[in-house]
């Protein structure tokens, strides 16, 4: 293998703590782009340069560049946002970007088409209310995740405030995110008190490549638990959060073509006591720092370096680095991955409402006025936002007499109609994908929600419309919406075509298998149909989709990551 | 010049060839010399010279220059053409390494060896960076390409149905243009590595062989029989390019239009205009024979010509401008009102008649009774529009480019046109034709000294000599500086030739580009304020030699930018307002400052 480090990792250690040529990049008035290596080292700051694909083009004969623009991710630890900073990414939104908010498949925010002229200032106004774009994207722990749900309020608040807690030992320590967008100013984060201009977790070159982390209290697997490089299994016992299962290895990127790549469900390490998770969490990132592939970019996820080494080679260097004992992973049980939608009461007698939001856009269109009505009910709320890791959102903490003018806004608005849905639309997940995303190969954001209004009508004669079916759709093979643990998974492969996958587990706990390649919309729906008729004539009772799929040989059973392209193999 | 006294090439004939040559010249006119120059030529192409050409000496730096283009969206193209590059470098051969992004299609010409690495993607399609390259290859711009040895290395994803197809296209069309394969396309797949280095050795195992078999004489072409044109015998140019180069969210329509001077022998230099013989909109033209009652099919005499009114009024006569003998005229014809407005005099009033109005305008507001003959004799002749030439010859030998401006608007409740800018923008299609001549502007050219610098400041389609100007220093290797003020309306949509810039700013062509987009903040930013801002430097630029040029609008912005120009010498020469107009005037007595304002 070469051992040439990528290119990445030249311009990472160049970078004096991610500060490359940012500065300068912003004040070139003759582009709207970034000089090329500062594109890379802008995600490190939650910032993507992006152009709008549609206009590429036409705009390359009108001699003019590509219509530049970024998109903004921040970070929402546990995905727990106030009312106060509800109303001021809304209006960063509306006077930054294109008036819209996208909620990601890891409870960040997103703000897209804010030009460079208006970056500074678009990320000045997200830190006014205490939030950051700060390691939403790049080599670095991203946003931690956290489940949102309340049946168990006391767990819940201790599991979010460990996902706090590990997002704020994991946060990058450079100061260059406060000189560039704050103009030096450093923000009252909480955990300021180390030295202002090292990593001591990272270094110089930071990780190899993005490292996802986050928590889930079972039955529910709403966070994606096995999607994660780092997650964390609440153990419950007798009523009383116990410790954690801790997973690595999880991701679901991969390249088409490339069978060296692919989506991997991640291992149990073992159990560890609440007190243990940053020394264990450290030790993970620290090993995957030091042995991580920083040569091909397309191997330098930690599920790599796991499946290179092993997993008992892992173990051994976390508890040698943690001094942590990690024990034998204690029983849990998952059901779904899905959200809970509509009002549920927690233990304390608090009420949470989560409504649907299909892709995560929260828009104003025709009579759906999400951002106008989440507006109005932010304004009287005293609870908090939840983004949940299924891009819908709780309004949470309602007090019993806030209910009820909250819900008059939630039908004002026609926010409730949402939830009117096909059980197969509240189980579906888009990534953004064109016009925006320079990654797309294909439609997902602006497509899924017409494919579904087809599949619907075919679910409907087959008996099956208040069937939960998780579908997931990508516009490229790196997995933003999670596409292989989707019971039906359709990967952009070019224009108007996807791969099709089947089989997945319903709570995530098992990948699909590639059904179909390369086919558009007729094929999907003539691949789909007589599956859906089987399905809803043949199920055992209870039985979802994608297990009913396995049961009877439509796909083959994916047991891991390396095995996932096994059929193709074959086949080829 | 007779043809006896002129010196004859010996090198390539022996003595007595050279005779009889000279024998057959004898007292033939210029013109009839240029005649048999390219009647010569053609001859020498048919024969297609270059395989029986002498051995070089000496090669010229064209013919051992491997020319590595590359296509490529996920840079894996990128790499193995900047491989081959080094390694031909390594081996001592001339390499020209370029994105297909960055190449000159014109440049195709010129080249002797090249070697592509293109991708394919999507259902078949070439990547963005070959996408413009492309699209010209398989145009009828494309030329022949006869002695041009080429090879390509394609790569692909055997998963999609249209394998490798950009690359085996290229391959097919650079044949079907008469260039010869120095090699098979080699296609790969995902696992590109083995074929494209297998592909890379035998390009370079091929490269002496080529180097020593290519003629460095310069290939002959073909030279058409040039008579000359001017204003009395305008050349008929072929549209080669009607492109639209303001963005979508624009509120302006500006075309970028290129026109074919093949053959024409017309010459122009930078600074000059190009005169476009336009004809009116038909839509005008309708509206106005209705409007004044008449048959468009009467005939009427237009300077000694029987002509249908609707052909006179399309291409003979004046409708869009309105002029103060067309007003007297009309009056004549029965409006009283006007007629009252012209004996009143009031100067605003009549300026308001003839700036603010089409013809139209004036027939409707003041309805009068008239015949064909009437109204073709009170308008004007339909004259030529001049548009500052966008393009150095130099640059582009056959070609001559304008920056339009489209004019369109509503008035007086109704859709109005300008007449040249809508015949160009609306009414020429690529392959369409539009007589043209150029009109010398001897106060407006670069300084004769390449080590000069210049200041050029030209907002919106002001910029197009100043296109022209940066081109020809480019190509000239011009020493001297420049520096360009450009400004419109908005960053995103009207930063007329942005990618050009950018290029010219990489390449040292341009030294400094200052910004001012009017609309993208809520205070209105203009050149002047940039000139303003950047006073120190260019006082600086100016004591030192350099020229200023400005182009563009003359109501506002050319005395704008002059008195911007006025307080930047009197701060930073520390003289007063007088003093600054007076070196202002010292410049241009003495060709350094320079306009081309209308």
Redesign the interface.
């Known amino acids: 293998m070469s051992r040439i480090l990528s290119d990445v990792e030249r311009i990472k250690a160049a970078s004096r703590h991610l500060r490359g040529t940012l500065a300068e990049s912003l004040a070139d008035a003759v582009t709207g782009a970034l000089a090329e290596d500062d594109t890379q080292l802008s995600k490190f700051h939650g910032i993507y340069q992006q152009d709008d694909r549609d206009q590429r083009s036409e705009r390359k004969r009108q001699r003019l560049e590509p219509a530049y623009s970024f998109m903004i991710r921040a970070r929402v630890p546990a995905g727990i946002c106030t009312p106060a900073q509800w109303l001021n990414m809304d209006r960063v939104a509306t006077e930054k970007a294109n008036g819209t908010i996208r909620l990601t498949t890891r409870q960040a925010f997103q703000l897209h088409g804010v030009i460079k002229s208006g970056l500074k200032a678009a990320i000045a106004g997200i830190n006014r209310e205490m939030m950051d774009t700060l390691a939403a994207c790049g080599d670095v722990n991203r946003n931690v995740m956290a489940p949102t749900l309340y049946d168990l309020t006391d767990v819940h608040r201790q599991v979010q405030a460990d996902a706090r807690r590990l997002s704020d030992h994991l946060t990058p320590a450079t100061n260059a995110y406060h000189e560039i967008w704050l103009d030096g100013t450093k923000l009252p984060l909480e955990n300021d008190d180390r030295a202002a201009d090292v990593e001591p977790i990272y270094g110089r070159t930071y990780l190899p490549r993005k490292f996802k982390s986050a928590f889930v209290v079972p039955p529910q697997n709403d966070t994606d638990i096995y999607s994660q490089d780092l997650g964390f299994i609440a153990i419950v016992e007798n009523g009383q959060l116990v410790g954690y299962n801790v997973t690595v290895g999880g991701g679901m990127g991969m390249a088409h073509g490339e069978p060296e790549t692919y989506p991997r469900l991640a291992d149990i390490l073992g159990f560890v006591t609440p007190d243990n998770i940053l020394a264990v969490a450290e030790a993970v990132v620290t090993t995957q720092r030091d042995h991580g592939d920083r040569t091909n970019r397309k191997h330098a996820r930690l599920k790599y370096t796991i499946d290179d080494r092993g997993i008992d080679w892992f173990r051994a260097e976390v508890v040698e680095r943690s001094g942590v004992a990690v024990a034998a992973p204690r029983k849990f049980a998952f059901t779904s991955n899905g959200d809970v939608y509509g009002w549920q009461a927690d233990a304390a007698g608090a009420w949470h409402y989560t409504l649907f939001i299909q892709n995560g856009r929260v828009a104003d269109t025709g009579d759906r006025r999400l951002l106008a009505g989440l507006r109005r009910i932010a304004a009287l709320h005293h609870g908090e936002f939840r983004l949940t890791p299924n891009q819908n959102l709780t309004i949470s903490s309602v007090r019993d007499e806030d209910r009820e003018s909250i819900e008059s806004l939630l039908t004002e608005f026609g926010i409730e109609n949402e939830l009117q849905a096909s059980a197969l639309r509240l189980n579906s997940l888009a990534c953004v994908a064109f016009p925006t995303c320079g990654l797309a190969m294909a439609e997902s954001e602006r497509y899924l929600p017409s494919l579904i209004d087809t599949l619907e009508g075919h679910l409907i004669d087959a008996g099956l419309g208040n069937e939960p079916i998780t579908i997931r759709m990508t516009g490229c093979p790196n997995g933003c919406a999670r596409p292989y643990i989707g019971e039906i998974g359709l990967v952009g492969k070019g224009p108007g075509t996807y791969n099709l996958y089947l089989g997945a587990g319903f709570a995530g706990e098992r990948l699909g298998c590639l059904y179909r390649e390369n086919i558009g919309e007729t094929e999907i729906i003539e691949a789909l149909l007589p599956l859906f008729e089987a399905f809803g004539a043949a199920r055992a009772d209870g039985e979802h989709f994608g297990d009913f799929l396995v049961r009877t040989g439509v796909v083959r059973e994916v047991t891991a990551g390396r095995n996932f392209h096994a059929a193709e193999v074959a086949h080829g | 010049m007779r043809a006896s006294t002129a010196p004859l090439l010996t090198l390539p004939l022996d003595g007595g060839q050279s005779e009889r040559l000279r024998q057959a010249l004898a007292g033939l006119t210029p013109d009839q010399l240029q005649w048999v120059s390219g009647y010569a030529a053609g001859l020498a192409a048919a024969a297609s010279v270059p395989a029986q050409a002498a051995a070089p000496s000496t090669l010229s730096d064209g013919a051992n220059t491997l020319t590595v283009l590359y296509g490529s969206q996920t840079g894996n193209g990128k790499g193995v053409a900047e491989r081959l590059a080094a390694r031909a470098k390594e081996k001592g051969f001339g390499v020209s390494l370029q994105s297909l992004a960055d190449y000159k299609p014109s440049q195709l010409k010129r080249e002797v060896l090249l070697s592509f690495v293109i991708s394919t993607?999507?259902?078949g399609e070439p990547p963005?960076d070959a996408?413009?390259f492309h699209e010209y290859l398989f145009s009828k711009k494309a030329p022949t390409l006869a002695g041009i040895r080429y090879s390509v290395l394609a790569l692909g994803?055997s998963?999609?149905?249209n394998f490798c197809q950009t690359g085996r296209e290229l391959d097919q069309r650079l044949a079907d243009l008469g260039a010869l394969r120095l090699q098979p396309l080699a296609e790969c797949?995902?696992d590109y590595e083995e074929v494209a280095d297998r592909w890379v050795g035998d390009v370079l195992a091929r490269v002496p062989d080529l180097i020593s078999a290519t003629s460095p004489v310069p290939q002959l072409r073909a030279v058409t029989v040039a008579p000359r044109f001017d204003k009395n015998r305008p050349f008929h140019a072929e549209v080669l390019v009607n492109?639209?180069?303001?963005?979508?969210h624009s509120s302006k329509d500006v075309r970028?239009i290129e026109l074919s001077l093949e053959g024409s022998g017309l010459h122009y230099e930078p600074g000059d205009a190009l005169a476009v013989i336009v004809r009116n909109p038909p839509a005008l033209v309708q509206q106005l024979i209705s409007a004044v009652g008449l048959d468009g099919a009467t005939p009427v005499d237009v300077a000694g010509e029987s002509l249908s009114l609707e052909t006179a009024l399309s291409e003979k006569l004046e409708i869009t401008a309105t002029s103060t003998g067309f007003l007297k005229a009309w009056a004549a014809y029965g409006s009283g009102e006007l007629k009252s407005l012209l004996e009143q005099g009031d100067r605003a009033v009549l300026s308001e008649l003839v700036d603010g109005h089409q013809v139209i305008d004036i027939v409707r507001r003041f309805p009068a009774t008239v015949d064909a003959a009437g109204l073709a004799s009170s308008l004007r002749k339909l004259g030529a529009r001049s548009y500052s030439i966008a393009s150095s010859q130099r640059a582009n030998p056959d070609e001559v480019h304008l920056t339009v401006a489209a004019v369109r608007y509503d008035a007086f409740g109704s859709e109005h046109w300008g007449a040249a800018s809508t015949h160009l923008a609306d009414r020429l299609g690529e392959g369409d034709r539009v007589f043209v001549y150029v009109e010398p502007n001897s106060r407006f050219h670069l300084p004769a000294d390449d080590s000069a610098d210049i200041v050029m400041i030209g907002p919106g389609t002001g910029v197009a000599p100043f296109r022209a100007f940066v081109e020809e220093r480019a190509e000239r290797g011009a020493q001297g500086r420049n520096w360009l003020f450009f400004g419109d309306r908005t960053?995103?949509?009207d930063?007329?030739?942005?990618?050009?810039?950018?290029r010219h700013?990489k390449s040292g062509a341009l030294a400094r580009?200052d910004?001012a987009f009017s609309r993208?903040q809520s205070e209105k930013v203009y050149v002047q304020d940039r000139i303003r801002a950047q006073g120190k430097d260019l006082y600086e630029w100016i004591r030192s030699g350099a020229s200023i040029y400005i182009c563009g609008d003359s109501k506002h912005m050319a005395g704008d930018v002059e008195q911007a120009l006025v307080d930047v010498i009197a701060l930073h020469g520390n003289t007063g307002a007088a003093e600054a107009k007076a070196r202002l005037k010292e410049l241009r007595r003495d060709g350094r400052y320079q306009r081309d304002v209308y």
Not at chain 2, 243 to 248: L, M, P, S, V, Y
Not at chain 2, 495 to 502: A, G, N, S, V
């Open positions: 993607h999507g259902e963005d996408e413009l994803d998963s999609y149905i797949d995902v492109q639209k180069i303001t963005g979508r970028h960053f995103g949509s930063f007329l030739y942005q990618l050009e810039w950018q700013l580009l910004l993208d």
